[in-house]
């Protein structure tokens, strides 16, 4: 069972839309990842978050440590940002685990 | 450079055959790692490198798989008598300094198939 559980698996919205990506980790950690892959393969990390919220243009990262529970947020979604998006827990023994993605699709 | 490279981007071998896969990071970045992403999983760890030092080889998936880096710079990691089940995207990543401080910058990937 993979240690760190993202939904959904796949997403398709309309240009426009808000969109919400959640992860879910099983035990502490020390810091979580927000990473994006895009359709050629390359991976673009986004965020690095380990409490409360960042923000960076359209895309904003939340996480709540008691919950064990981060989420990634798109505003005003395009069909560029079509792409996978990939969270990933540091956990304190330094031990990475990715989520499986999320595989976003926006239409025009 | 001023990314991740890896090369080949795209290799297709035969069962058996030894293939090699290289990794040059971005310079100065002491930390490397490679991560094996197979179709509709996530990314599988396989070894992080400390300069040319390997303190985790802890998710290589058997002895036929190996990695070396040198001069602090360029890894190649070796699969020795392909299987199937190899089939892959191999991704590498470096960090600045120490193991998963700090922004990951990852490359493109090697896409590995095997006949």
């Known amino acids: 069972k993979n240690e760190v559980e993202q939904s959904p698996q796949n997403l398709t919205a309309q240009e426009g839309e808000f969109i919400t990506i959640n992860c879910s980790y099983s035990?502490?950690?020390?810091?979580l990842h927000w990473l994006q892959q895009h359709p050629g393969g390359g991976i673009v990390s986004l965020f690095m978050?380990?409490?409360g919220k960042k923000k960076h243009g359209r895309l904003i990262a939340t996480i709540n440590i008691q919950e064990k529970h981060s989420s990634l947020h798109i505003t005003a979604s395009h069909p560029r940002d079509s792409a996978v998006y990939i969270c990933a827990a540091l956990y304190n023994n330094n031990d990475m685990r990715f989520g499986a993605g999320t595989r976003l699709t926006v239409k025009p | 450079g001023a990314g991740v490279s890896q090369s080949p981007s795209n290799k297709v071998t035969e069962k058996g055959k030894d293939v090699e896969l290289r990794c040059d990071p971005i310079?100065?970045?002491?930390?490397l790692y490679w991560y094996r992403q197979s179709l509709g999983q996530g990314l599988e760890f396989l070894i992080y490198?400390?300069?040319?030092?390997?303190?985790?080889k802890s998710g290589l998936p058997s002895d036929r798989f190996s990695a070396e880096r040198t001069g602090g710079s360029v890894s190649t990691l070796t699969i020795q008598r392909t299987q199937q089940e190899d089939s892959a995207v191999y991704l590498c990543?470096?960090?600045?300094?120490?193991?998963?401080?700090?922004?990951?910058?990852f490359g493109e990937g090697s896409r590995l198939t095997v006949l």
């Open positions: 978050l380990s409490s």
């Open positions: 310079s100065g970045h002491t930390a």
């Open positions: 490198f400390q300069g040319n030092s390997a303190p985790d």
């Open positions: 990543a470096s960090s600045l300094v120490g193991r998963y401080t700090g922004e990951l910058f």
């Open positions: 035990v502490g950690i020390s810091a």
